[in-house]
């Protein structure tokens, strides 16, 4: 594999900088395209993320790419091959499927290799969307965030399995690290989503957004379940309601019908998930729908704690059952109940011991230096064709 060129100029191309793994991704790969030497620019309309950006060494181009306005789409064309002269980019990483329209054609009309990420298994009902989706297999490698997804846009798409290449998203170690969150941070969570000191009860975390999809009412029903057959768990739904008001209404409507007031609570969005992952025993990823990564899954693996995840999509990757964590049937409240009562009548032994298998496993596959490698590698190997 050739080394990648330092003083290689790399455009990565996003619709915004506000906040979410795409954006967190852009900016963990501008760090390590400067650390090695190169030039990392990025092209978006901008948001929270610019100041960090700089930070790491990266360079904001503002564009307004996060548009869906085919005209405006069409000018961007030409804006973005100005953009690839003026700066002599080397390569284009495309992020996103709507300013994938114009960074890719212009990168061919600038004769640049072109890099796209398919971040997630995109819906597509319908011909039309389809053509829009695959809009993201129209460069020289894409890169799939998992072996899921691979397989997906291989199947989708018809492409040639060569050109689709998986690289998991990376994880932190250096935040998510178990030695580097203080106890006091880990108390201060605890009594921040109401546990006593002295509960006896086991903690089981469900982190993420409240969105239907990712399972908080199969875990609710999964609870009551438990409590019918004399089990009694403090479950922590964690996450921001981002505007869905009608949903965390109805979640918390269904906990006091199921006489669950006292054990579901609802504490809000959360920044410090070292701590939150630290502050529960054992952490559920019970997504309905297959998840394309799945950070909720691998996460709190790197922090030690098992996972008990819906047996779908990624999360067949990222965790191994009865090793370091448990896989669960998706969907069905009566799987749920009887994983989670295998789960508590482990004990905290057997907790901590597939914890730190873990943790082990996780940090060595889904580090951020192991995902920046990757990337780093298939750019170079793209430049090492290019003529001199």
């Not at 054609?105 to 829009?132: I, N, Q």
């Not at 203080?182 to 903690?203: D, K, L, N, S």
């Not at 981002?242 to 019908?257: C, D």
């Not at 905290?348 to 298998?357: F, R, S, T, V, Y």
Request: charged share 20%.
């Amino acid at each position: 594999m050739p080394a990648f060129p330092s003083g290689a100029t790399i455009l990565q191309v996003t619709p915004a900088l506000d906040a979410g793994g795409v954006e967190q991704t852009t900016l963990d790969i501008a760090e390590a395209v400067c650390a090695a030497g190169g030039r990392a620019l990025v092209a978006s309309s901008g948001g929270r993320m610019a100041a960090e950006l700089a930070a790491r060494g990266g360079e904001l181009i503002p564009l307004a790419l996060d548009t869906k306005n085919p005209l405006a789409m069409a000018r961007n064309i030409g804006r973005i091959e100005r953009l690839i002269r003026a700066e002599h980019v080397d390569l284009v990483h495309v992020r996103s499927r709507a300013p994938a329209f114009s960074a890719i054609p212009a990168a061919h009309r600038a004769l640049v290799p072109v890099v796209t990420t398919y971040h997630g298994v995109y819906g597509a009902r319908s011909g039309a969307k389809r053509w829009y989706n695959k809009m993201m297999t129209r460069g020289d490698v894409t890169i799939a965030n998992s072996a899921y997804t691979r397989d997906h846009i291989i199947a989708e798409h018809g492409v040639d399995p060569a050109s689709v290449v998986a690289i998991p998203r990376g994880v932190d170690l250096r935040r998510f690290d178990p030695a580097a969150v203080p106890a006091e941070a880990v108390e201060r969570m605890r009594a921040a989503w109401g546990v006593e000191p002295g509960e006896t009860r086991p903690v089981l975390l469900l982190a993420g957004r409240l969105t239907r999809w990712k399972g908080q009412t199969l875990a609710i029903e999964a609870l009551a379940g438990l409590k019918d057959e004399g089990l009694d768990a403090l479950l922590v739904v964690l996450g921001d309601d981002q505007g869905r008001v009608g949903y965390a209404h109805e979640l918390k409507a269904l906990a006091e019908k199921l006489g669950l007031e006292d054990s579901v609570r609802f504490p809000g969005h959360e920044t410090d998930m070292p701590a939150a992952y630290l502050a529960a025993d054992i952490v559920l990823a019970p997504s309905i729908k297959p998840e394309a990564f799945g950070r909720t899954a691998v996460e709190p693996q790197v922090m030690g704690r098992p996972v008990l995840a819906a047996a779908h999509g990624a999360a067949t990757e990222t965790v191994l059952d009865g090793q370091t964590g448990w896989l669960v049937e998706p969907g069905s409240p009566e799987a749920w109940t009887k994983a989670l009562g295998e789960a508590i009548a482990a004990g905290p032994e057997l907790q901590a011991e597939m914890g730190a298998a873990g943790r082990i496993r996780a940090a060595a596959l889904y580090s951020l230096e192991a995902m920046a490698a990757s990337t780093l590698d298939v750019y170079a190997r793209l430049l090492a064709r290019q003529p001199a």
